[in-house]
């Protein structure tokens, strides 16, 4: 049975068949009363362990019951259940991804389209480069100088804050964006790939107003960050602070990246903010292949991997 078919079916032993308010609360306090029936069960199953022998028949009895009441609300409110599940497996799959065969969360796939392939090489974000930052103080302000194989690039940043709080070293969440979402017009703008060959590309999706927007998340991400130990043992972000960042690019391309992507890419540069932050400064390298960034110390870089080809 699908659901479209339970609800119709659901609908003709509805006994409160108003279409007022009464019509529509009825349904919604049976929800909630039937979740409370499931609990009190659950309590005499902790209460009473194996001796409680009808605990799964009971907990089938109720879990139908919520469903008769969701399929009702659904109903009172014009809503179709079919679509209503759909809908909420589509908004769980671009959240969470789906598990393995062993019950482990599969990892975001790598490898994927970049929205740069069709461009000329010169055009497209390097697939693989690596960022210095050199941290320098004038009296009391603390400045950050980023470069290239050597070159500056971008302007010298301060936190432009009344205290030390590291936000000087934010060009790395741009970095990561670039890295795991294959998309950051601040990192095009600063290594001088925007898409030019194509007009309107290079207007709407590399600039100003694209900048300001990747400019406008990350301080409403370094927001709540600040508020949760700059992310630092934290295992999952706020829900509504990943679809507020979805409603911000939902006109442009990066709308395609799932809840999940925007996630593992707000992790992955936090962890290598926090390591840039405490040694104040060092060398971020970035593959949109491998879809990875990672830091390198100031002096270890020297002998590792030197400026990473384009």
């Not at 010298?156 to 964006?177: I, Q």
């Not at 890295?179 to 194509?198: E, Y």
């Not at 900048?211 to 130990?229: D, F, G, M, P, W």
């Amino acid at each position: 049975m699908d659901f479209r078919v339970y609800q119709t079916e659901a609908v003709r032993t509805d006994q409160v068949v108003q279409d007022d308010e009464k019509g529509k609360l009825v349904p919604l306090l049976g929800l909630a009363g039937e979740v409370g029936t499931l609990l009190s069960e659950y309590k005499k199953f902790m209460r009473d362990g194996s001796a409680h022998e009808r605990f799964d028949e009971q907990v089938a009895e109720e879990l139908g019951d919520l469903l008769w009441y969701v399929a009702n609300v659904a109903s009172k409110f014009g809503l179709d259940l079919n679509d209503v599940a759909e809908a909420n497996l589509k908004k769980t799959r671009d959240r969470w991804p789906e598990r393995g065969r062993e019950g482990k969360p599969a990892s975001v796939e790598t490898n994927v389209k970049l929205f740069d392939e069709k461009f000329p090489t010169e055009q497209q974000i390097p697939r693989e480069f690596a960022i210095q930052f050199n941290e320098q103080s004038e009296g009391q302000a603390l400045r950050v100088i980023i470069s290239r194989d050597g070159q500056q690039v971008g302007n010298t940043l301060t936190d432009n804050a009344h205290e030390d709080d590291g936000y000087r070293f934010h060009d790395v969440f741009h970095l990561s964006y670039a890295a795991i979402l294959g998309w950051s017009p601040i990192v095009r703008k600063l290594l001088g790939v925007k898409r030019k060959a194509a007009p309107e590309i290079d207007e709407v999706e590399d600039g100003a107003r694209a900048r300001i927007i990747e400019e406008l998340i990350s301080q409403l991400v370094y927001t709540y960050a600040r508020e949760h130990k700059y992310l630092d043992g934290v295992g999952s972000l706020d829900y509504h602070l990943l679809k507020t960042i979805h409603s911000l690019v939902a006109d442009r391309e990066v709308k395609a990246s799932s809840l999940a992507e925007w996630e593992q890419a707000i992790f992955a540069g936090y962890e290598v903010w926090r390591q840039v932050r405490e040694h104040r400064g060092g060398t971020v390298k970035v593959n949109l292949r491998e879809r990875q960034i990672s830091f390198v110390g100031p002096r270890d870089y020297a002998t590792s991997q030197r400026g990473v080809g384009a």
